[in-house]
C-alpha cells in the first residue's frame, strides 16, 4: 500500500509557526512520526509540501499516475479557499483524507469552511501530529 502525505504552505514552519497553536515539534518530526507510524504498518509512505497552490494540484494528479492508494492531505490555508485543490482530489478518485493539526472549526469565522471536506473519505482536525497517524491507520482499515 502506498500513501502520499502532502502538506500545504507554511506547514514546513512548523516548530516556528504560532506554537501556542501548532506545538514545538517540526515537520522534520511530523515526517519521522508518520515514517514509524507507516513501519509499524507495513505502508510505504511518500512526502510532499509545498507553499504553492498549483504544485500541490501537481503532487495530487501525480499519485493517480503513481498509482498511490491513499492520500493524507493539510492542505494548509488552501483548505478554505481553494477549488483547484477539490477538483483535483475529485479528479484522481483516490481515497483522500484531510487532516487538520489545530481544529479550524473552532478558530476564525473565514477557517470554518473546508472546500476539500466533501471530497474526503474523512477528516481529522484538532489532534495534533496524531491526526496524521489516524488518518494513516484510517486509510488502512479501508
Ligand atoms: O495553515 C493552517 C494549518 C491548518 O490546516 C491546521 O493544520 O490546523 C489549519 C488552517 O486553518 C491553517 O491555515
New binding site residues.
Given amino acids: 500500500m502506498n500513501i502520499l502525505v502532502i502538506n500545504?504552505?507554511?506547514?514546513n514552519m512548523l516548530g516556528i509557526?504560532q506554537p501556542e497553536?501548532?506545538g514545538h515539534e517540526t515537520y522534520e518530526d511530523l515526517k519521522s512520526m508518520i515514517q514509524r507510524e507507516a513501519d509499524a504498518l507495513g505502508v510505504q509512505v511518500s512526502f510532499f509540501q509545498s507553499n504553492h497552490e498549483g504544485a500541490l494540484v501537481d503532487a495530487i494528479q501525480q499519485a493517480y499516475f503513481d498509482q498511490m492508494d491513499g492520500i493524507i492531505i493539510?492542505?494548509?490555508?488552501y483548505?478554505?479557499t481553494s477549488v483547484a485543490l477539490l477538483d483535483a482530489v475529485k479528479a484522481v478518485g483516490i481515497p483522500t483524507v484531510e487532516?487538520?493539526?489545530?481544529?479550524?472549526d473552532s478558530?476564525e469565522e473565514f477557517?470554518h469552511t473546508s472546500y476539500l471536506r466533501d471530497a474526503c473519505v474523512g477528516t481529522i482536525?484538532?489532534h495534533g501530529f496524531a491526526g496524521y497517524l489516524e488518518a494513516l491507520r484510517l486509510l488502512c482499515d479501508k
Fill in positions: 500545504g504552505p507554511n506547514m509557526r497553536i501548532y493539510n492542505p494548509a490555508a483548505t478554505h487532516v487538520h493539526v489545530s481544529d479550524p478558530r477557517r482536525r484538532g
